[in-house]
């Protein structure tokens, strides 16, 4: 099994990044998927979710009207579309399949 994050980077305030996370290994169109992110010296926190049939959604209240998750199923890929980014967006972000796997997490960095 693998989870494989991409899309990291350093935006200014305002930037807008697209996270994609690539599986293999598993059954991914049985599976919700979800994006998780990490800042330092804070607890890991859940960030958005979406269905494995990709008609359902939830987010975290800090990033709704912000963020977009999203899946292809034929490509075995989710992503999270991140939009009008703030420094406090700043994080690990890391996407997961609830109670089994994690990707290695990529660095997103939002600075003037």
């Known amino acids: 099994v693998q989870l494989v994050e991409s899309g990291g980077g350093l935006v200014q305030p305002g930037g807008s990044l697209r996270l994609s996370c690539a599986a293999s290994g598993f059954t991914f169109s049985s599976y919700v998927m979800r994006w998780y992110r990490q800042a330092p010296g804070k607890e890991r926190e859940l960030v958005a979710a979406?269905?494995?049939?990709?008609?359902?959604?939830n987010y975290a209240d800090s990033v709704k009207g912000r963020f977009t998750i999203s899946r292809d199923n034929a490509k075995k890929t989710v992503y999270l579309q991140m939009n009008s980014l703030k420094p406090e967006d700043t994080a690990v972000y890391y996407c997961?399949?609830?109670?089994?796997?994690w990707g290695q997490g990529t660095q997103v960095s939002v600075s003037s």
């Open positions: 997961n399949v609830p109670g089994a796997y």
């Open positions: 979406i269905s494995s049939g990709g008609d359902r959604t």
